[in-house]
């Protein structure tokens, strides 16, 4: 069979040739907070969910008089009012959670400047042909779900069989478990899982996991810790992960997904927007992929000052994947840095980006960033490589963001 010969891409077309492959590639979005309709709309969409994201309410006490206390004793809408007028009239919305809601508004063909407007456009959207509209502006296929088997509204909506939709994967979160266990061991407890204070019998937490993991069928377990986190250690946290989370990830052959470095409610008043960042301790990590090497590890990290020392610990495990720029790293000047030392030193054999999307179409905004700031680090790769003396060809350039945004992810995750 003859073989097209593959044409190399000339260094002045490298950019224009990856935006379009970035452009024209379906991305896999590896943790976000979306939720599957059947999941009796436990998920969150339309323009005042948008404008009064986490992200958002933070921003608007520093652009407002309002109190937290006023705040929360608004509704829905009259919070996004205030943040509108806050953010949108009052002020620019340059910060890059307010121009994503622009980007979106944008995106959906609506003016950019019509709260009114754009209330009435998403009042009359078909939630399910929404999200195929929004996913396909957002140039994803999947999303990845955050799913918590001890949050007592998503628990029942497990319970009653879900049907698959293929657009979401689940997860297996546990937060409760590993983080506030002395708070969440008496409902493993009250389910007829055997459970104490101490977290001194493992039995019980395999047997709700290997319950969950046959309902909710993971893609992975998932966990978000502290920058204090330590491994191994003498605590009920430590004894949870060695001897049932990560046994039960090898049972299961599902990954972990490790989310390392939140200081947890600096700041309590503003609720969800209240949590902060710090450095974390990495030979954590470094001990879960020597002594655990056969569970395979999704790593992402709050601190900028964590990064280096990821890429660094990647070079050494090669079960530990790192993903994504999360949350406060999620901004184009940090994302350009933390992608471009991942590249010198993993190649492609990272995974670049995860929306964290809380609000469905937060994915048009956010794959739109992480298409505008990878083009020109990759295409800069490219043409490092031919000043070096190697060209790409439009093939190489599609199957290397292939790996990135998929390929990668797909194979962490297959049995
Ligand atoms: O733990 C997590 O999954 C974090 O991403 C969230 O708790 C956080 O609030 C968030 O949405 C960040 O983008
Ligand atoms: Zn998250």
């Not at 929404?130 to 396909?136: K, Q």
């Not at 909710?216 to 430590?238: C, N």
């Not at 200081?263 to 990495?282: E, H, M, S, T």
């Not at 020597?290 to 990290?301: I, K, M, P, T």
Request: proline residues 6%.
């Amino acid at each position: 069979m003859t073989t097209v010969p593959q044409v190399s891409v000339a260094s002045a077309d490298l950019l224009a040739a990856v935006e379009q492959e970035l452009n024209a590639a379906r991305f896999i979005d590896v943790h976000t907070h979306l939720f599957m309709p059947a999941l009796r709309n436990l998920g969150l969409w339309g323009i005042d969910q948008l404008i009064t994201y986490h992200y958002l309410e933070a921003e608007l006490f520093r652009s407002s008089r309002i109190t937290p206390r006023q705040y929360f004793a608004l509704s829905k809408r009259e919070q996004a009012d205030a943040i509108w007028n806050a953010l949108f009239v009052e002020n620019t919305p340059v910060s890059e959670a307010a121009r994503g809601v622009v980007a979106v508004l944008h995106g959906l063909g609506l003016g950019t400047s019509d709260l009114g407007e754009a209330r009435e456009f998403f009042a009359s959207q078909p939630l399910d042909r929404h999200i195929d509209r929004v996913f396909e502006l957002g140039g994803i296929s999947e999303a990845v779900m955050t799913n918590d088997p001890l949050d007592p509204e998503e628990a029942p909506a497990w319970e009653h069989g879900p049907a698959h939709d293929p657009r979401f994967h689940p997860v297996l979160r546990l937060d409760r478990i590993l983080n506030r266990w002395p708070d969440h061991w008496r409902a493993l407890e009250s389910k007829g899982y055997e459970a104490d204070e101490r977290g001194s019998s493992m039995d019980g937490v395999r047997r709700f996991l290997a319950d969950w993991v046959r309902r909710m069928k993971p893609v992975y377990m998932a966990v978000s810790l502290p920058d204090t986190f330590q491994f191994p250690e003498d605590s009920i946290r430590g004894r949870l992960l060695a001897q049932a989370i990560l046994p039960a990830c090898r049972e299961f052959h599902l990954p972990l997904s490790l989310m390392i470095g939140v200081r947890y409610q600096v700041n309590p008043a503003i609720r969800l927007a209240g949590d902060g960042a710090g450095k974390a301790d990495l030979r954590a990590v470094e001990r879960l992929c020597a002594d655990f090497g056969e569970n395979r590890y999704l790593v992402s990290v709050l601190s900028r000052e964590n990064q280096h020392e990821l890429c660094v610990y990647a070079r050494k495990f090669s079960n530990l994947m790192p993903f994504g720029c999360w949350w406060f790293l999620n901004n184009p000047s940090i994302v350009e840095e933390i992608t471009r030392e991942r590249i010198e030193m993993l190649g492609t054999s990272f995974i670049p980006q995860h929306s964290d999307a809380r609000v469905l179409e937060q994915v048009i905004y956010k794959w739109r960033n992480t298409r505008r700031t990878m083009a020109p680090i990759l295409a800069n790769a490219y043409g490092l490589l031919a000043a070096d003396g190697r060209a790409v060809t439009r093939e190489e350039i599609r199957r290397d963001i292939h790996r990135l945004f998929r390929g990668n992810f797909e194979k962490w995750i297959a049995p």
